[in-house]
């Protein structure tokens, strides 16, 4: 019995050091997921990458407004490094002259978008990256593998 106990616990252990956002986030109304408009790109192409929002509630809610700190994406590549980075920045909007727009339960709206060109492959085999949104300390959610092949 010994052995099976050590197994779940290595298995405990690694699930938890792996700090890796879900595919989907939830906050408020809404479940975050992001998603790059390809899987595959040679480099110099531009990835365009969108986060969605879809409202998971029985009820109408506001979507994107001046939302005070605006949120962030990075590229992760499979060493873990960050090799693109946008940044957050203050007050997104002072006085919005129009009111959001309302998502209906179960619609979905585009929150936030980005776009990255990679830099070729250093080696023979394609780059894998990953492309994590961030908002405040409230929600992070990673897309789908984002391969990059030598032009």
Known sequence: MRPRRLIVTLLALTACASARPPDRARSGCYEYSIAADRDLYRAGQTVHLTVEARNVTSHSCPGPRCRGITPWFEIIGADRRTVFRTYPVGVECARPTTPPPVVRPGHGTVWDTCTWSPAPPTT????????????????????PVIIVTRA
Not at 126 to 142: E, I, K
């Open 124 to 143: 023979p085999s394609p780059d894998r990256y990953t492309a994590r949104w961030h908002w405040l300390d409230a929600v992070s959610v990673d897309s």
